[in-house]
T-cell receptor, first 111, second 115 residues
């Protein structure tokens, strides 16, 4: 079983739609969780951290469920510019704090 | 531009040749990571430095791969006797441990094509 698993999609949604991605992780000792965004042929960039209490940044909401070991990302009122790959990232327990990446979920927002 | 920089941005080489990539992290960041990403995959961890010390190497990093960070600033990743399977985007990231969540900042990557 992969340490971090995501549905690769693609998700094709119309502008204005609400779309949600889930990501599961296998290591219950994982410490920190993030969503990164990666545009085609570009480097990943941090979208948002995922806190135990959940967090919201504009149209984006991230949730963490430690009991079920998954995190989610909700995008409301999706824009064309939201089209990208969304990567779930988990920081492993241990001193090097390396990022463990999911394969990413591809989102295409259509006009 | 004070972000992470990587050179070259693109490299095309013939199988069997050696290649070397360079990464310049954000100046105050003492942690530096190398990742490899192939099409349709998330980045895979290769190795990690704290200052000049290489603290971990992935099993993905075969004997043909070597990374250095001699002065704790820039880092190089060398691949010897390249194989077609080495074709990928090689990403470098840096971070500063004092940050609350240790965000890693990525460079633009070096895209390697082995013919």
């Amino acid at each position: 079983r992969k340490e971090v698993e995501q549905d690769p999609g693609p998700f094709n949604v119309p502008e204005g739609a609400t779309v949600a991605f889930n990501c599961t992780y296998s290591n219950s000792a994982s410490q920190s969780f993030f969503w990164y965004r990666q545009d085609c042929r570009k480097e990943p960039k941090l979208l948002m951290s995922v806190y135990s209490s959940g967090n919201e940044d504009g149209r984006f909401t991230a949730q963490l469920n430690r009991a079920s070991q998954y995190i989610s990302l909700l995008i409301r009122d999706s824009k064309l510019s939201d089209s990208a790959t969304y990567l779930c990232v988990v920081i492993s327990a241990g001193n090097n704090r390396k990022l463990i990446w999911g394969l990413g979920t591809s989102l295409a927002v259509n006009p | 531009d004070t972000g992470v920089s990587q050179n070259p941005r693109h490299k095309i080489t013939k199988r069997g040749q050696n290649v070397t990539f360079r990464c310049d992290p954000i100046s105050e960041h003492n942690r530096l990571y190398w990742y490899r990403q192939t099409l349709g995959q998330g980045p895979e961890f290769l190795t990690y430095f704290q200052n000049e010390a290489q603290l971990e190497k992935s099993r993905l990093l075969s004997d043909r791969f070597s990374a250095e960070r001699p002065k704790g600033s820039f880092s190089t990743l060398e691949i010897q006797r390249t194989e077609q399977g080495d074709s990928a985007m090689y990403l470098c990231a840096s971070s500063f441990p004092g940050q609350a969540y240790n965000e890693q900042f990525f460079g633009p990557g070096t895209r390697l094509t082995v013919l």
